[in-house]
């Protein structure tokens, strides 16, 4: 048995567990295979850009010469947060539960995404405000009704942030089982860009001022709003925010856990994963705190509009794939960049090399 440790402000948490066990290897041997490879197939050498570089990190990734992308999970996570009291979005907390009804019945902007990749798209509800109860495509992981207000107290406690995590484990596993050989973490929860920016401030020691952004669409006062709870958020917390899962626990939401520890799992378990924009890079952020390397397993799917984002960026150490201007959330810029990773598959994959094509000058 592990002996627990007692934060200063009095909170009990377990000094190691499962999410402390490394990242999976790339496998080298694949990934000079595919490396060379590349180099023979009927172009100049580097051409294609981008599109080399990710192919060979697939391969390596997936043990695998010939990478694919033909099993991609989408799992959104959903979930109320307490700081939404205090006018930090633009939209009422009522639209988290609403979008997940929105979610089953195949109307919400991912649930079109998905259906146009033929990927399985999964909601689980790891704690919005009030349980939808059954739907078709939607699970129950409800670690509350919402998280508590984070400018005066921790958002969850040991417990229900150790639920949220052990959620989005469980959905890689499953995933991993099923042969899945992607995976794209959503979130749907209003006011997740505040949480998303608080857990920035505290793990890149930035101000809220630079953190902060529209979300929703908030206008100047609502920005003001958002720093303001930050600025609270972060005195109350200080004594604790050096660690990074005390961090989690009082900054985060349950869907932003649930993220972190799809993204860990994932990781550890081999599989690829291609990272949405502000709220998952955040969550992104807070896996490789927790577990150190789990970044060799993620790609950034798109630049977020959402201004900080471009931090979020730099601390992972990744440039995005794209640039749509997207805002949204729920996975979808992450949905998006599926095409352009298959397209590079399919062009390692399927070109022909000098040899086979009796074209000259190649390797
Ligand atoms: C209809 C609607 C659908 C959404 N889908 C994702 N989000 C996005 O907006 C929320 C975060 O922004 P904020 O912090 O400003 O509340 C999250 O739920 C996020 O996924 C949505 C927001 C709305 C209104
Ligand atoms: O980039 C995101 O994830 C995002 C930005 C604004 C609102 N919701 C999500």
């Given at each position: 048995?592990?002996?627990?440790?007692?934060?200063?402000?009095?909170?009990?948490?377990?000094?190691?567990?499962?999410?402390?066990a490394p990242p999976?290897?790339?496998?080298?041997?694949?990934?000079?295979?595919?490396?060379?490879?590349?180099?023979?197939?009927?172009?100049?050498?580097?051409?294609?850009?981008?599109?080399?570089?990710?192919?060979?990190?697939?391969a390596a990734m997936q043990g695998n010469p010939q990478p694919t992308l033909n099993k991609v999970g989408i799992v959104i996570f959903a979930a109320d947060h307490g700081v939404a009291a205090h006018g930090v979005s633009a939209f009422p907390q009522a639209v988290t539960v609403e979008m997940i009804r929105n979610f089953s019945r195949g109307g919400a902007a991912i649930t079109v995404l998905a259906r146009q990749l033929a990927?399985?798209?999964?909601?689980?509800?790891?704690?919005?405000l009030s349980d939808v109860g059954p739907l078709p495509g939607v699970?129950?992981?409800?670690?509350?009704?919402?998280?508590?207000d984070f400018r005066s107290q921790p958002a969850m406690q040991p417990t229900?942030?150790?639920?949220?995590?052990?959620?989005?484990?469980?959905?890689?596993?499953?995933?991993?089982?099923?042969?899945?050989?992607?995976?794209?973490?959503?979130?749907?929860?209003?006011?997740?860009t505040t949480s998303a920016s608080a857990l920035l401030c505290a793990y890149a020691h930035i101000e809220p001022q630079q953190a902060v952004?529209?979300?929703?669409?908030?206008?100047?006062?609502?920005?003001?709003?958002?720093?303001?709870?930050?600025?609270?958020?972060?005195?109350?917390?200080q004594g604790v925010l050096h660690d990074p899962l005390a961090t989690l626990q009082c900054l985060g939401g349950?869907?932003?856990?649930?993220?972190?520890?799809?993204?860990?799992?994932?990781?550890?378990?081999?599989?690829?994963?291609?990272?949405?924009?502000?709220?998952?890079?955040?969550?992104a952020l807070a896996a490789q705190r927790l577990c150190p390397g789990v970044e060799g397993w993620f790609f950034l799917a798109h630049h977020s509009a959402e201004p900080a984002h471009a931090i979020l960026c730099r601390m992972l150490g990744k440039e995005p794939l794209l640039n749509l201007g997207m805002r949204l959330g729920e996975g979808s810029g992450a949905a998006m960049a599926v095409p352009l990773l298959r397209m590079a598959c399919a062009l390692h994959n399927e070109m022909a090399t000098f040899a086979q094509a009796g074209v000259s000058g190649g390797a």
């Open positions: 048995m592990q002996s627990t440790i007692t934060l200063s402000i009095g909170i009990t948490m377990q000094p190691s567990s499962w999410f402390q999976k290897a790339l496998d080298q041997h694949t990934q000079h295979i595919a490396q060379q490879r590349q180099l023979k197939l009927t172009k100049p050498p580097g051409s294609l850009g981008r599109l080399e570089s990710l192919a060979i990190t697939l990927a399985q798209l999964t909601v689980v509800d790891v704690g919005a699970i129950s992981r409800r670690c509350g009704a919402g998280t508590a229900t942030l150790a639920q949220a995590m052990a959620a989005g484990c469980e959905q890689i596993e499953q995933l991993h089982h099923s042969g899945g050989n992607l995976f794209i973490g959503g979130e749907m929860g209003i006011g997740n952004g529209p979300g929703t669409g908030v206008d100047a006062a609502g920005l003001q709003r958002k720093i303001a709870a930050l600025q609270s958020a972060l005195a109350f917390h349950f869907e932003i856990a649930a993220l972190t520890g799809a993204y860990i799992r994932a990781a550890q378990l081999g599989m690829p994963v291609l990272v949405d924009g502000f709220i998952c890079s955040a969550a």
